[in-house]
Every structure is written in C-alpha cells, then in structure tokens.
Nanobody, 127 residues
Framework: QVQLVESGGGLVQAGGSLRLSCAAS????????MGWFRQAPGKEREFVAS????????WYSESVKGRFTISRDNAKNTVYLQMNSLKPEDTAVYYC????????????????????WGQGTQVTVSS
C-alpha cells in the first residue's frame, strides 16, 4: 500500500482559504486515483473530491463544487486540496485517500474505491 501524510489543516474564518497537501510514498504514485474525504463530528465520512492518475479528470461533491479544487503534482508525489470561500459547515477532519484505478475520477467517489488512507488533518471554520 501507499503511505499518505496530510498537512495544511487549521483554523480559519468563514470566507477564508486553506490548502491541504497529501504526500504519498511507498508505491508508484501515478498508479493511483487520489481522493479527499471529510468527517464532521457525529457524521459519517463523506466524499469531497477525486482526481485521475494524470490529473486530467476531477470530480467534486455538490457541496464543494466551485469552491474547492483538487490537483496533483506527480513529480512530487503530492495531491492538494485548495479550499476557498470556506463555510462553518466545512469543519471536519479531512482525509487523503489513494486507490488503484484506470477510469475517470467520477468513477471513484466512495470509501470502498480507496484502499489507502492518511491519518487526517483538522479543518475548523469559525463563523
């Protein structure tokens, strides 16, 4: 499995921005579809965004579409989540995930699609 380490979480005011990073190691990064999920207190973990192996395809949940951008740098084995116009309801622990896949990002939106997970990073948005 690939090892994943997230960073970049923190406390931000509503309307602000954060950029999460996820560094991968241990396997060939370009073999993996990458995704971001989040889990708010008392709620189940939910899909946020996914990106194809080359970075050419992306997919977003409706709740973040237009505000968040997923990207990857295959030379650095890193995937990013740029979060703009943050809202208090975006408060959650954000998890990076990796899964073996060959389809477009839109095919990968459930936890079962991803076999490797990071430890999570806390994002708190104050009102």
């Amino acid at each position: 499995q690939v090892q994943l380490v997230e960073s970049g979480g923190g406390l931000v005011q509503a309307g602000g921005s954060l950029r999460l990073s996820c560094a991968a190691s241990g396997r060939t990064f370009t073999n993996y579809i990458m995704g971001w999920f989040r889990q708010a207190p008392g709620k189940e973990r939910e899909f946020v965004a996914s990106i194809g192996r080359s970075g050419g395809s992306t997919w977003y949940s409706e709740s973040v579409k237009g505000r968040f951008t997923i990207s990857r740098d295959n030379a650095k084995n890193t995937v990013y989540l740029q979060m703009n116009s943050l809202k208090p309801e975006d408060t959650a622990v954000y998890y990076c995930a990796a899964g073996i896949g060959y389809q477009r990002a839109s095919y990968y939106t459930t936890e079962a699609d991803f076999g490797s997970w990071g430890q999570g990073t806390q994002v708190t948005v104050s009102s």
